[in-house]
């Protein structure tokens, strides 16, 4: 009897085990989005073809429903609906990405500004000062137009001018108005995921496209130091993402898998921004799997693009949504892709529960242990730019995304008071479900239900919105806090 009784107490105290710490008054708490998932208008007003309405139009079997961002939550023509669901959350900051090809429409400035597309950007910016609310501004969020070719232009560095050009643009359009800017959301996954399927060279184009994206970032950073800074006072960062990487056992080959897993996909991009150069790690291991006579598949940056490359980022944007087992997986093969390289296996605690993505995994204890792995590596302000949880359903009562956001949160709140964490702000993705990429409509994120399949693409809170509205409101994840 007395075990059971000690048994119900562990479980009831381990599932009420949040932190009851007050988020600090200066935290920032905000909601996310970007601008090919949520503003339809595709071919609105002057705008540009981007790239996914290249793929979604021409190339549909790519997506699971076979779905487009045509329409998506048609923000186009809903502002005031998406500022009165942003004033109503009562959020500090929106994050929301432009989109290059409404204000751009060929990619390149010098063949004309879309003043339509501007507007758009210019009202947002303007309803958002008037309701108080920050914003952080996205610049590249996998949306370049189409007729920029923009991933091979990645790999043979001929982007980066233009995409220089449009960074400057929107800093002299909307600087005034943007409190933070986001270079490059996930660099990795237009490098990696998408071009290393696509590549005629994998394991050298994500490299050399990684290369020159952070070279990319670096100048768009000095040029906002330089020319805008100083009359605007914004500041400059990067988002990348990343899961938690558990070792799956404790032999040193799965540790040390799980490390490099985290040195090959974060601080490949982290570590040149902070530091100035690549992971030794990383440049060991890629050496170690290329023949002697072969040309190094990482790119060398000189001693001088180091010194403009470090310190290029006054935040760090995390996005972090599950953690997952990495064991060693050998693979000595000549033929090496990224991927070989990295040479892990992932897997997943049949313990933790999933949804209805299958990299999706409720680990909230992951959100603690990778921000302490990021502060140790880079001591840098962190703003986490994109946590969330997914179903398939957009089910109103969405207890689960309740209790993900509890305990995820929690964990921020254990990572900063425990562990002396310098977390400044956390944004949720996302404000209301949208295009999901590959899958089309059919996942669910959003705190707001929005209903596709009706002209109106109404929106309806989900019973998640009274709870983030809640802990916007009191700082605090439970129901009253120290
Ligand atoms: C991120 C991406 C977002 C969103 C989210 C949910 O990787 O930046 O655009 O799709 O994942 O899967």
């Not at 502002?79 to 004033?87: F, N, R, S």
């Not at 002299?172 to 237009?190: A, H, S």
């Not at 994120?445 to 019973?463: C, M, Q």
Request: proline share 4%.
């Amino acid at each position: 009897m007395f075990s059971i009784v000690k048994i119900l107490l562990f479980i009831t105290g381990s599932c009420l085990a949040f932190n009851n710490k007050t988020f600090p008054e200066n935290f920032k708490f905000g909601v996310s989005t970007s601008a090919y998932q949520i503003e339809g208008g595709w071919n609105e007003d002057g705008k540009g073809v981007s790239v996914w309405d290249y793929i979604t139009h021409y190339k549909s079997s790519f997506i699971l429903d076979h779905s487009n961002g045509d329409v998506a939550c048609d923000s186009y023509h809903k502002l005031d609906e998406d500022i009165a669901m942003l004033k109503h959350l009562g959020v500090d900051f929106y994050r929301f990405s432009i989109s290059w090809s409404r204000i751009i429409p060929t990619g390149r400035v010098n063949q004309g500004v879309n003043l339509a597309g501007v507007n758009y950007y210019r009202n947002l910016l303007k309803k958002l000062k008037e309701n108080n609310i920050d914003a952080m501004v996205t610049i590249f969020h996998f949306d370049p137009p189409e007729q920029l070719q923009a991933e091979s232009m990645f790999v043979n560095g001929s982007l980066n001018s233009l995409f220089v050009d449009y960074a400057r643009m929107a800093f002299l359009l909307f600087g005034k108005d943007v409190k933070y800017w986001v270079t490059f959301n996930e660099p990795r996954g237009v490098c990696c995921d998408f071009l290393e399927r696509f590549s005629l060279q994998p394991g050298r184009d994500s490299y050399t496209c990684t290369h020159n994206i952070i070279k990319c970032h670096a100048q768009v950073y000095r040029m906002y130091d330089e020319e805008f800074r100083a009359d605007y006072g914004g500041s400059v960062g990067i988002v990348l993402n990343t899961n938690w990487d558990e070792p799956a056992s404790d032999k040193q080959a799965d540790i040390d898998a799980a490390e490099r897993k985290l040195q090959f996909e974060f601080a490949w991009y982290a570590d040149p921004i902070i530091h100035g150069d690549y992971p030794e790690l990383m440049k060991k291991r890629i050496k170690q799997f290329t023949l002697p006579f072969m040309p190094d598949r990482l790119p060398k940056f000189t001693e001088d693009e180091k010194k403009y490359i470090k310190g290029t980022a006054d935040f760090l944007g995390v996005n972090h949504y599950a953690s997952s087992y990495v064991s060693d997986k050998p693979d000595f093969g000549l033929f090496r892709t990224f991927e070989k390289d990295v040479g892990i296996l992932m897997t997943y605690d049949p313990a933790w529960n999933t949804t209805s993505l299958d990299w999706f995994r409720v680990t909230p204890f992951g959100m603690r242990k990778i921000l302490n792995w990021v502060h140790k590596n880079y001591k840098i302000p962190l703003i986490i730019t994109e946590n969330g949880y997914v179903d398939g359903t957009g089910d109103l009562n969405d207890d689960g995304r309740i209790n993900y956001l509890q305990s995820y949160l929690s964990n921020v709140l254990d990572a900063m008071y425990i562990d002396k964490v310098d977390v400044i702000g956390y944004s949720t993705w996302s404000l209301m479900d949208n295009w999901e990429w590959t899958s089309g409509y059919t996942q669910k994120f959003g705190l707001y239900y929005v209903n596709f399949s009706s002209p109106n693409t109404e929106r309806i809170p989900k019973k998640s919105v009274s709870y983030y509205k809640k802990v916007v409101e009191s700082h605090c994840v439970v129901d009253e806090c120290e």
